[in-house]
């Protein structure tokens, strides 16, 4: 091996180390756990074949949870992005009032999840909440219960969960606008293309892989959230709130199954790698085509 | 009749980032009233904007709970020990992955892409077992180690690297530079946007982490602020809102000044992180 090889190789091998340590090796080990019934109490798991998985499919409770999972994505993701679009297009110009909307739109991106749930939780106080009482003084419609209700908690949660993020979103947005070249729009003027359509037929095609790059990490980072439900809901009520990875929590760090867990964390694995993996592909394709 | 349609179109348009810039900025203003105002006050109805009686027992009390000391102790020593290590870690692996050609480099740098993919949310359970194995629970090892190996940080300053011209770095080995010298007296110079940018990325999300350390910990002793805070929330109910309050503010305030301070870098460079 040539001396600059492995001086190299010495360069990288810390980074390599960490890698293999906290990311390749628990990836392997969380589906060799899903197939043991290892306790925390104990210290120790026995090897039970596929009983956790046959458990976790048939609980009526991992339908709901999984379900629980997909709303909250769903809402998450095209509120997120349309308003993410909406406020890209409304302060898109460079001058201090637009730029200053940017910023205080950003600023709860930098928040801590935990602050961010804390101070909406006060302002969705159910009693003396401020957001009731703009409701009821103001619109004169009933205050609504927000995050204590089985039936708004969801809601509620995916609210400030928006709150949190668009502003970033919409940051990543206005940089893909700058990379459209201005005689493209100079040429639909010519053609008397109307605003909407110049933005339908050209603004959106062309920031469309930033857009589809979005997509993929807004789903991802829905599978993933926790702080705020923790926080805010821990899971409830009724279990309206339970996602997937407050369950994979509760059954590790609660009830101390973490064989189970594994079984939830493997399922979760899949679903991450498998959007990931459409992404790389779609990716790989609209590059080919170019 | 155009000028009309025009005004109008220009005032809505005024309005709606109004309500926007409400929108956004209310929540933290609230949160600074509310943190000085009396627990009494917070109950009435309707709420008051303004503190009547300004106070900071709100304040006292947030800073008087048991461990709070502890807890921003804590914050600072993970969140500095994180920023350190990554960078030592990640600067030499970089400049390797950019510069120096060596056989597997694309399968190991596959390795980095997928570091940066799996969230931590997956890995959890396993990494808490393997920390107990090497029996760093009882210290705030499990709280910066794990992330040692800053993936993006890797990927982002490898580009930058690699933009930097071949000719800069011959005529310096030409001029007998070691590659020590080489690394700190042309290369970090040049990349110094981006290690800013990777330097901000990682105070903030180790500053505000909750996830990862209300896993990793199970002694008071050991918690960060953001735990802490969420304790104090359990401890006072939703009564005390002056208190939490607060404490939100103690935590926003680190975050807050170097935004201020560092607001051009912040927006270019998280701007700059979507494009890739």
Redesign the interface.
Same mark, same amino acid.
């Given at each position: 091996m040539k001396k600059?090889?492995l001086?190299?190789?010495l360069?990288?091998s810390?980074?390599?180390?960490?890698?293999?340590? #906290? %990311? %390749?090796?628990?990836?392997i080990?969380?589906i060799g756990?899903s197939f043991t019934n290892y306790d925390l109490v104990r210290g120790s798991g026995k090897f039970v074949k596929l009983a956790n998985y046959e458990k976790l499919f048939s609980q009526p409770a991992f339908g709901e949870i999984l379900s629980n999972t997909l709303i909250y994505t769903f809402y998450y993701v095209v509120l997120t992005m349309s308003l993410a679009l909406f406020?890209a297009f409304?302060?898109q110009r460079s001058n201090w #009032? *637009?730029? #200053? %909307? @940017?910023?205080?739109?950003?600023?709860?991106?930098?928040?801590?999840? &935990?602050?961010?749930s804390?101070?909406?939780?006060?302002?969705m *106080?159910p009693?003396?909440? #401020?957001l009731n009482?703009i409701l009821e003084?103001w619109f004169h419609v009933k205050g609504l219960q927000w995050l204590q209700s089985s039936s708004t908690a969801m809601m509620s949660v995916i609210i400030i969960n928006v709150?949190k993020s668009v502003?970033?979103?919409t940051?990543?947005i206005?940089?893909?606008l700058k990379t459209i070249p201005a005689d493209i729009y100079e040429a639909a003027d010519l053609d008397h293309s109307t605003k909407l359509r110049t933005f339908f037929k050209i603004t959106i095609p062309m920031i469309s892989p930033?857009l589809f790059?979005?997509l993929v990490v807004m789903t991802?980072s829905s599978f993933?959230v926790?702080?705020s439900i923790?926080?805010l809901t821990g899971g409830g009520p009724v279990r309206s709130t339970m996602v997937l &990875?407050y369950y994979?929590?509760e059954y590790?760090?609660i009830h101390m199954r973490?064989g189970y867990?594994?079984a939830a964390?493997t399922v @979760?694995?899949i679903i991450?790698s498998f959007i990931?993996f459409i992404y790389f592909k779609l990716l790989q394709k609209r590059i080919y085509y170019k | 009749m155009k000028t009309l349609m025009h005004n109008v179109a220009g005032i809505t348009v005024l309005i709606l980032k109004l309500v926007l810039v409400a929108i956004f900025v209310f929540p933290f203003v609230w949160m600074i009233l509310t943190s000085f105002k009396t627990i009494d006050e917070t109950n009435m109805y309707p709420p008051t904007l303004l503190p009547h009686a300004w106070t900071t027992e709100g304040f006292s009390k947030a800073t008087g709970l048991g461990n709070f000391a502890v807890y921003a102790r804590n914050s600072i020593i993970v969140t500095l020990c994180s920023i350190v290590i990554q960078f030592a870690i990640l600067i030499p692996a970089a400049y390797a992955f950019a510069i120096k050609e060596f056989p597997g480099k694309k399968l190991l740098f596959s390795l980095v892409i997928l570091a940066f993919m799996i969230p931590v949310q997956v890995t959890f359970v396993p990494v808490y077992l393997l920390m107990a194995k090497l029996g760093w629970l009882g210290t705030l090892l499990p709280q910066f180690m794990p992330f040692m190996a800053n993936a993006f940080g890797i990927f982002l300053l490898r580009q930058t690297f690699m933009q930097i011209p071949d000719e800069i770095i011959e005529a310096a080995r030409l001029d007998h530079a070691r590659e020590r010298q080489i690394i700190t007296q042309i290369m970090l110079p040049m990349a110094r946007p981006t290690l800013a940018t990777i330097a901000l990325f990682a105070f903030i999300s180790s500053w505000n982490s909750y996830f990862w350390p209300l896993v990793m910990t199970d002694q008071d002793q050991l918690r960060p602020l953001t735990v802490g805070l969420a304790i104090l929330k359990d401890a006072e109910g939703t009564v005390n809102w002056p208190a939490i309050m607060a404490g939100n503010v103690i935590l926003f305030l680190p975050i807050i000044a170097m935004f201020l301070v560092a607001k051009k870098q912040f927006l270019g460079s998280f701007s700059y992180l979507g494009i890739k």
């Open positions: 600059d090889h001086k190299s190789y360069m990288i810390p980074a390599i180390l960490g890698i293999c340590l #906290f %990311v %390749v090796y628990p990836m080990s969380l756990i406020f409304l302060v #009032f *637009d730029r #200053f %909307v @940017q910023g205080v739109t950003f600023l709860p991106h930098i928040t801590a999840m &935990v602050s961010v804390l101070v909406w939780m006060w302002l *106080d009693f003396a909440g #401020f009482y003084e709150w502003g970033y979103y940051l990543i206005l940089s893909a930033t790059f979005l991802i993933n926790f702080d923790k926080v &990875v994979i929590y590790a760090f973490l867990a594994a964390g @979760q694995l991450v990931t | -």
